[in-house]
């Protein structure tokens, strides 16, 4: 189930209706790795220029630059989920709708998240993110658990984040704690499958609108399956 309906959320989000969210979903985002990438060169310069072993030793330096550089791209690799979330923030809604509208015309639509609720929650994820990425840095130079911490880690947060944004359109956030704890191992999937995607190159830029969408799914998937509980259970 979860995977067809990750091969729904895929494909819906690279379709007509979603062009001009995907556009700027993906020009913020670049946008904002951009700015980072910028500023941890500055940094780096910065620090190449001023260490006193760095000027006395050339060839030493060099070495540094060509090391810092590759360590950059990687670091930049980490930094895709706290940005991810970020950007979810801006377009959750506009993503959600669409989905909800395509697949479940029938029910209520959600409610949005008024706008500084909506950037707090996401300035907060993308914290979150962001120290659970770092964390999972340390285990860069430790095959395969560089791998499997990164997938670990990340397959936590983002199913659990993404999964509070678009259930967050349903219910106030304790039950969907609530929710999320009764179904752990559907949402650890969902996010586990977002997390593979973060792990791809120019596609995990898709990962804001595609983690929103899968989560919509998921959300009315198990709407749905705890509703038919609950009915057969007052039998």
Known sequence: MIF???AKAFSQILSPPF??????????TVALLALVWAGLTKFFSYALTNFAFMADHPSVSAYAVILGGFGLVIGLGYLIP?????????FLDDVAEKVELKHYPADPP???????????????FAGVALLVNLVALIFLLI????????LAANAYLLGREYFALAAGRFRPLPEVSA?????SSTVLLAGFLIACLV????????????????MVHVHKRLSAREETRARLAQR
């Open 179 to 183: 929710m999320r704890e009764r179904n």
């Open 110 to 124: 959600g409610a949005a998240l008024p706008v500084p609720t909506a950037l707090w929650e996401a300035f907060r």
């Open 19 to 28: 062009r001009a969210i995907l556009w700027k979903s993906l020009g913020l």
């Open 199 to 214: 792990a791809i190159p120019i596609l995990n830029l898709l990962t804001p609108l595609f983690g929103t969408a899968l």
């Open 82 to 90: 706290p940005v991810s979330m970020l950007v979810a923030g801006f």
């Open 143 to 150: 095959p395969p658990i560089n791998v499997i911490a990164f």
């Open 4 to 6: 067809e309906t990750a």
